[in-house]
């Protein structure tokens, strides 16, 4: 029942189906992904870039524990899983542009722990 918690998850289902365009039309033009602890990505075409490097490193599964929202704020936790057995648990937290169903993501902070301690970026 909630827009937002509906939105996300198909933004990971996107990811895993390779469609850049359905995650380009979720994010706003002056987006910031905080890589907590490692870097900060800006802009539309550089997340692009950033979410490719999973899929050429041999991504194969996105699992999502939850998906929270709240507003203009959402979280959601899972794991990533790519072929040579690498995983990566995931929380990201989103911040919205407004607080409408159509509301295009601002800002996304991703705390990552590699649970192999392979380098995937």
Known sequence: NSPKKILLI?????????DDSFILNNLSDDI????????EIVGK???ISTINVFI???LSEIKIN???THGNTAAVHGSVFFKDNLQIDFCDIYK????GKNAKI?????Y???LSNHKIL
């Open 45 to 47: 075409e550089n997340i």
């Open 66 to 68: 939850d998906a929270i």
């Open 112 to 114: 990552l722990i590699n």
């Open 10 to 18: 198909n933004i990971y289902k996107a990811i895993t189906n390779y």
């Open 56 to 58: 050429e490193k041999g």
């Open 106 to 110: 601002k800002e996304i902070s991703s």
């Open 32 to 39: 910031i992904l905080n890589i907590i602890g490692d870097r």
């Open 96 to 99: 919205f542009k407004g607080f």
